[in-house]
């Protein structure tokens, strides 16, 4: 299938020259970071943005002109694509294997850039793009409907106004408030007070250096008590199918593993979606991605993605360091 930087040599009504291709396929960053936010995957994200241009490329050269602002049409294709694939989510979580965990992106994936012109909102309720990737909030993200994590990603993290919002999901701008406000109390229920990242990174690096020595005492004085450790491994790899429980059993869990690990796998500290996470890699490969939450100067929760379809943007990154 031809990407949208490609264009296709039998689209006859397509002029390579004309300025105003240059303003569609300059969309693509913007709509891979905001399908990516609503699905929390990047893969499907990529699927959603191949699919909005493949809408766009089916129109005739009239249609497309027809179109006062294009960036606006893409957006709306592109969110409403979500919410259907939203839809049908639940159903196919439940076919899968194990815990479901969204995917991880590395430091420096390009596509993380750029935002919209900030809409009216208040200043208490702004989530930065970069707030908006971190592990924590995505799998927040996991518990709303679809229309709330439609509606919350497009007025709180893109600014899209509700006038705006209410015409791409096809509800009234009343409605569209209300579930933005629902969403927002899912986030604010869930999310702890943000640590600083040089406190946060400490912390993993503490940990790393425990689990390395295969220190029980000082892993369970860096661990939450009711602290939770989630892997996600789809079937494909070795992983526990059920979340571990409690800070002293994550720790003799993490020390057996430990006990049980070959000499070449490594662990390496990495930025995890905009925060200090782990990376373990054998023989140069991405075996599996930590990333980590902090309450109260404690590890409390830990999510572990060793699905491999989930590693590739890290396998590609790594070979290309």
């Known amino acids: 299938m031809t990407t949208p930087d490609e264009p296709s040599e039998d689209r006859g009504h397509q002029d390579p020259h004309d300025p105003g291709l240059s303003a569609v396929t300059s969309e693509r960053r913007h709509l891979l970071n905001l399908a990516y936010r609503m699905l929390g995957s990047l893969a499907d994200a990529e699927d959603v943005v191949q699919e909005t241009y493949t809408r766009w490329y089916a129109m005739t050269r009239q249609e497309q002109e027809a179109i006062n602002t294009p960036g606006a049409w893409l957006t709306t294709v592109a ?28 430091e420096g994936t390009e596509w993380l850039g750029g935002r919209r ?64 406000s629902s969403a927002r109390r899912r986030v604010r229920d869930s999310r702890p007070v943000a640590t600083p990242s040089a406190q946060m990174a400490e912390l993993v690096r503490e940990f790393k250096a425990a689990w390395e020595a295969k220190d ?37 869990y993490l020390v057996d593993l430990a006990g049980r690990a070959t000499d070449n796998l490594a662990f390496v500290p990495r930025t995890v979606n905009g925060q200090p996470g782990l990376v373990a890699e054998m023989d140069g490969v991405t075996m599996a991605v930590y990333a980590f939450d902090i309450t109260a100067d404690r590890i409390s929760h830990i999510w572990v993605v060793l699905n491999p379809e989930k590693l590739r943007t890290w396998s590609v990154e790594a070979s290309e360091a």
Request: aromatic share 6%; with cysteine; proline share 8%.
């Open 216 to 252: 029980i005492q000082a892993l369970v004085g860096l661990l939450d008590p009711s602290a939770v450790a989630t892997a996600d491994g789809g079937g494909l790899t070795q992983a526990q199918l059920e979340p571990i429980e409690g800070g002293e059993q994550i720790a003799r």
């Open 79 to 106: 969110s409403r694509v979500c919410l259907d694939l939203l839809g049908s989510a639940r159903v196919r979580r439940e076919r899968y294997v194990g815990q479901w965990l969204p995917e991880p992106v590395p």
């Open 117 to 180: 012109s900030p809409a009216p909102v208040d200043p208490a309720d702004r989530v930065t793009l970069d707030e908006s990737i971190n592990m924590a909030f995505l799998v927040v993200l996991e518990s709303m409907t679809p229309a709330e994590r439609v509606v919350f990603i497009l007025h709180d993290v893109f600014r899209y106004t509700f006038v705006e919002i209410a015409e791409i999901v096809g509800r009234t701008p009343a409605a569209c408030r209300k579930l933005a």
